[in-house]
């Protein structure tokens, strides 16, 4: 079981990315993924998630309205597109996984824990 995540960068405050998150070893069609990131001297906090099944989707408060979350299950992959990128979005992010759909209690939803297999990380950095 493999997670590649991908796109990251330097991008000024405004600007957009748009991070890959390939799978290989495993078909996603049956995960849940979501993605986290970690700014220096941070804790690891939880960015968004997607279901399999009905692909339902969950933000954090603090990218809602900015971030968009989707999978392509042909392709095994789930990208997260960030729009309105902020200095505060800095950090390494990483995606992971979990069997079927995204933790349903809000209280365990960012939960590092809650999840099994990580990928690598990708730096994201906003900055003019």
């Known amino acids: 079981v493999q997670l590649q995540a991908s796109g990251g960068g330097l991008v000024q405050p405004g600007g957009s990315l748009r991070l890959s998150c390939v799978a290989s070893?495993?078909?996603?069609?049956?995960?849940?993924i979501a993605w986290f990131r970690q700014a220096p001297g941070k804790e690891r906090e939880g960015v968004s998630c997607i279901s399999s099944g009905d692909g339902r989707t969950y933000y954090a408060d603090s990218v809602k309205g900015r971030f968009t979350i989707s999978r392509d299950n042909d392709k095994n992959t789930v990208y997260l597109q960030m729009d309105s990128l902020e200095s505060e979005d800095t950090g390494v992010y990483y995606c992971?996984?979990?069997?079927?759909?995204?933790?349903?209690?809000?209280?365990?939803?960012?939960?590092?824990?809650?999840?099994?297999?990580w990928g690598q990380g990708t730096q994201v950095t906003v900055s003019s």
């Open positions: 070893g495993f078909a996603l069609d049956w995960y849940a």
């Open positions: 992971t996984t979990r069997p079927r759909v995204c933790p349903i209690a809000a209280w365990g939803r960012w939960r590092p824990d809650e999840y099994v297999d």
